[in-house]
């Protein structure tokens, strides 16, 4: 069974950076995607940022390009996403996410197995 922790929510003022992590247990197998999401209070669940396992392929949010940065240190089978320039629109539930085995990353959501519980981020104006 793969079980995903996150770590590192927090509340921070607008322009302000935070570091999310990820630890992951459990085979995930060697071909695979792994995600960050986010929910925000009456909205639906999106996709932040993907990267496939092999290859380090990454695909981001318009929302967030060029201030979000997704990463996985396979070594210590952690997963990333540092977040700059946050502006109060981020405020979410962020979730990370691993799907089962597969050739390609996608950002639909049902494609991804075993997600977190989720850490929570707040930005103030």
């Known amino acids: 069974q793969v079980q995903l922790v996150e770590a590192g929510g927090d509340s921070v003022q607008t322009g302000g950076s935070l570091r999310l992590s990820c630890v992951v247990s459990?085979?995930?197998?060697?071909?695979?995607?792994m995600g960050w999401f986010r929910q925000a209070p009456g909205k639906g669940r999106e996709a932040v940022a993907t990267?496939?396992?092999?290859?380090?392929?990454?695909y981001y949010s318009d929302s967030v390009k060029g201030r979000f940065t997704i990463s996985q240190d396979n070594a210590k089978n952690t997963l990333n996403l540092q977040m700059n320039s946050l502006k109060p629109e981020d405020t979410a539930m962020y979730y990370c996410a691993t799907s089962r085995p597969r050739f390609y990353c996608r950002t639909n959501s049902d494609d991804f197995s075993y997600w977190g519980q989720g850490t929570q981020v707040t930005v103030s104006s």
């Open positions: 990267i496939y396992s092999i290859g380090g392929a990454t």
């Open positions: 459990g085979d995930t197998g060697s071909r695979y995607c």
